[in-house]
Every structure is written in structure tokens, then in C-alpha cells.
């Protein structure tokens, strides 16, 4: 379980401190983790292209990388893969 | 200057390599050039990048993929198994996704993703590439001869070098960026990732080994590149082409060895038509051969009156190469 599921204690001065997280820095944490899931799906699209069909470049040493993300493959193809639509972009 | 006066004089140039198009006498000059120094006591290490390899063929003994043969004092000589190599690093990956996630088997997606990389042309190259930087990491020896591959591939060797090192500074860098999004989210929810830091690595190696292996290519100090090129109109016009092109690679290009020359002194004698045409023939493109390169020709190497396989014939070649 992680910091953020725990129960929290604290009272009042964590529920203040909570809500100032959510006012100011959610929004950045928010947009960080899109941008990195967006960034592991190009370095997979760039490493192992070929697995769609995309071979980008020789595979010999972007094999070594493919255990690292052997768990996030099938994320990866599901979404390079989907058919999109104009609210794909309003997300 | 000589061929040994570019030895004796510059100690300091370990990596020596004889490229040119097939069939011209690369592996034969090679051989020489490893027999020759090895017979004054260098330790020398004489190994094939071709896949096509026929070191086996001119010392006349099965040395595929057997590690580094002693085949004189002071000469080893290694082919790579590059089959091998990428069928062992095939069962490493799938050993390592075994490992790491506590699975009982590959998943079949990613199995069949490692079972056809080893279908991809570049996947030879590239495992014999890689193999290169083991044999030279370890060091043990004074001299590293490279069998190259004929020229067109020994320029796509050259540009993978070069391709792969811009590849992976781009997804290094991408990689970093990539950690630095997320230590923005760590650092909001405390969380740490291990196995960003592990691919980061994983690239880092995979970059020192690419550059161990390019810097050797264009290293002026410790390289030396030699052309092995034939008084004929088309090999001339190549080699010359592939002399601008490797100068542009910066690949430290050492001189020039004419090899094949017919022994003039035949026209002596009573010979046919047709070997006195070749003889004329072979001059005149002697004489552009000179005005083209000049004072870096570093040898001729005479036609010899069979073929050069087996010790004794590789040490009378050494003996007119060297004098």
C-alpha cells in the first residue's frame, strides 16, 4: 500500500495541508505522470517498434531493454493500437 | 614507405585492419601481417568480423567459434560463432524476464518477439559487433588484427557504430527527461522507481560498449586502416570511392597494398598474348594507381603460383611483404 492510500492523521492541519495540495500542486502531479506515461510509451514505440510491426532500428541491444518492460507491453499496444476519435483529444 | 617501416615506426597503432572489396586478399594479407608480427614476438590476435569467415580456410583448420586458437607462437587466431552468441544472448533476456517477474514461462508475445530478432539481417552484424568489444576489452594482447568484412558492409559496420551511438543518445536523453518527470511525482508522493534507474543503466552500459567499439574504429593513434586494392579499373575507381567515404566515417586510413601484381619480369620470357595483355594492362593501371595515392602505397604484393593457405605458403608471403 502507498503513502497516499494510508489513513492520514493529523486532523485539522492535514486536511488544510490536503487541500492546499489539491489547489496548487495536484493539477502539476497530475500532468507529470501523463507526460511521463506518454514519454514510457514513445521509449517502448522507439526500443521495440518492431513489436508492431515498426522496426525503428536493429533490435540487438534494445533487447536488453525488454525485460524492464516486458509488464508494460500490452498497455503499450493497446494504446498505440486503438482507434481514436476527436475526444481522445479533449481527454 | 614500407609496410614495416609503418610497423617499426609507429609501435603505438595495436588495431590494425586490411579492408578492401571481396575477394581481393584481405584475409591473406591479414594473416601475413599477423604472422609476420608475431614472428617478432608480438602477441597477436587475429580475428574475423565477417560472418562469411575463412580464417579456418587459410591456416587450414577448424577454428569456428572456438575462442581464440594458438595456431604459432605469439598468434591466436578467433571466429566468432555469431549464430551462438545471439542464440546465448536470446536465452539471457528470456532468463532475465524469468527472473525479474517470477514467472513460470516467457509470455508468448514477448517470446515470439525474441525468437524473431534473431531473423533480422542487422542481428549478425550487430552480435559479431558486440563480440568485438569483448575480444578487445579484455586487452591481453599487442596487436588486433581484424579480418573485415568486404567494403560495403565494412561501411554499414562503420555507419551501425555511428547510428546506434546517436540512437541511444537520443533515448538516454529521452530517458532523463523521463526522470525528471518523475521525480516531480516522487517527490509530491513519495515514491521511489527503481526501474527507471535500472534501464538508465542498462543504456549507459550499452553506450560505453558501442563507443568502446567506435573509438577504436577512429582512434589515429592506436589504428591503423590499411586498403587492400588490384591493378584493375573498377577496384581502383571503389577503393577510391570507399577512401573518401571512410575518411568522411574518420576512420584513420594507414596506406595502400597493391596486391596481385603480375611479376613483370615475365615479359621476359616467352608467354602468350593474353598474359602479355594483362601484364600491359596491370601497368598502366600501376601508374594510375601511383599518381593516385602516391607515397602511401606501402607494398606490391606480387601474383603468387598458388593459392596462399597453410603456415608455410603464409610465411613466404610475410617474407616478400615484409623485406
Known sequence: MTDENKPKKGGIFQVFKDIVYGMSSHEMTRHAVRSRASMEHLFILITMGDLLGVPILPPYYSLRLLPYVTPQISTWKRRMLRERDITDTLG | MSLREVFEGYPERRYIMFGGKGGLGKTTLSATCAFWLASHGKRVLLFSVDPQASLSDIFQRDIFGKGPVPIVPNLWAQEVDADR??????????KKILDMYGFDRVPEEIDNYISAASAEPAMEESAIFDAVVDIIVQGDYDYYIYDLVPLG???YYLSMAKVYDEWINK??????????YDRVA????RQENVEEDKILQELLYIKGRINASSQILTDK???AFFFVLVPEEMIILDTR??????SRFD????????NRVLPPELEQEQIPVYLKNRIAMQKRHLEGIKNI???QILAYVPEMDRDVTGLPMIEKLAERLFT
Open chain 2, 171 to 180: 533515448i538516454t536523453k529521452l530517458r532523463e527527461e523521463m526522470g525528471q
Open chain 2, 85 to 94: 552468441r545471439i542464440r546465448e544472448y536470446q536465452d539471457e533476456i528470456r
Open chain 2, 241 to 246: 570511392k570507399a577512401a573518401e567515404l571512410f
Open chain 2, 186 to 189: 516522487a517527490t509530491l508522493r
Open chain 2, 251 to 258: 576512420v584513420p586510413v594507414a596506406g595502400y597494398v597493391v
Open chain 2, 221 to 223: 593513434v592506436r589504428t
Open chain 2, 153 to 155: 558492409h565494412a561501411l
Open chain 2, 293 to 295: 595515392f602516391g607515397n
